[in-house]
């Protein structure tokens, strides 16, 4: 499926659900669903895997990740 098919078919669904297709992107919705991956997890490692990310750097940055959202999940994890 390329890009585009996909991009269409998105669209497609969106009207479909009464949502305007320009207010929503494959890219947008990318985005959305590393970060809740993110928020829920705090695996950042998985996230990077799932983008395809070749840098951890690339992936803090995508999700726009600042040093206290990192110092929340460190507290939350016990050892």
Same mark, same amino acid.
């Not at 895997?49 to 959202?69: A, C, M, N, P, R």
């Given at each position: %499926?390329?890009? *585009?098919h996909?991009?269409r +078919?998105?669209?497609s669904? $969106?009207?479909?659900?009464?949502?305007d297709?320009?207010?929503?992107g494959?890219?947008?919705?990318?985005r959305t669903k590393?970060s %809740?991956?993110y *928020?829920?997890?705090?695996? +950042?490692?998985?996230?990077? $895997?799932?983008?395809?990310?070749t840098?951890?750097?690339?992936?803090?940055?995508?999700?726009g990740?600042?040093v206290?959202?990192?110092?929340?999940?460190?507290e939350?994890v016990?050892i």
């Amino acid at each position: %499926m390329t890009t *585009r098919h996909y991009a269409r +078919l998105l669209g497609s669904w $969106l009207r479909s659900i009464g949502l305007d297709p320009l207010a929503y992107g494959t890219h947008s919705l990318r985005r959305t669903k590393a970060s %809740m991956i993110y *928020r829920r997890t705090g695996n +950042l490692r998985a996230v990077q $895997l799932l983008l395809g990310h070749t840098k951890i750097e690339s992936t803090v940055w995508y999700l726009g990740i600042d040093v206290d959202d990192a110092l929340l999940i460190a507290e939350q994890v016990e050892i």
